[in-house]
């Protein structure tokens, strides 16, 4: 089991923020990418990044976006699409929507419209 899995999700959000941040985009932008992919709401995505929810019971309770398979490329050299875990694969999945967000893809084409 990775060590990602028993990470908090509040303790990783932030660094998503700064990196979008860092990149001219805003956390309103991230919080779009996470509450499109998980289908969580604002208050729900709040809730968790305040309660320390691990990545395994946030995805857990989420309900991922059907497009979700559409999210392909590489990430720190993996190819989201290759990744075998479940689990793993969806956090590929929000790490490469926020790369997308910070390289400054446009919006309509990271939530694969």
């Known amino acids: 089991m990775s060590r990602?899995?028993?990470?908090?999700?509040?303790?990783?959000?932030?660094l998503y923020v700064a990196k979008a941040e860092r990149k001219g985009r805003t956390r309103a932008e991230v919080d779009e990418?996470?509450?499109w992919l998980t289908g969580f709401d604002e208050p729900t995505l709040r809730e968790h990044v305040e309660?320390?929810?691990?990545?395994?019971?946030?995805?857990?309770?989420?309900?991922?976006?059907p497009n979700a398979t559409l999210i392909t490329g590489s990430v720190c050299g993996v190819r989201v699409q290759d990744v075998e875990d479940p689990l793993m694969r969806?956090?590929?999945?929000?790490?490469?929507?926020v790369d997308e967000l910070a390289k400054g893809r446009p919006m309509e084409k990271i939530l694969r419209g």
């Open 4 to 14: 990602i899995f028993t990470t908090a999700f509040g303790a990783v959000y932030p």
């Open 33 to 35: 990418v996470v509450t």
């Open 51 to 65: 309660a320390g929810t691990t990545f395994a019971d946030f995805f857990a309770a989420a309900h991922l976006n």
């Open 90 to 97: 969806q956090i590929r999945y929000l790490d490469k929507l």
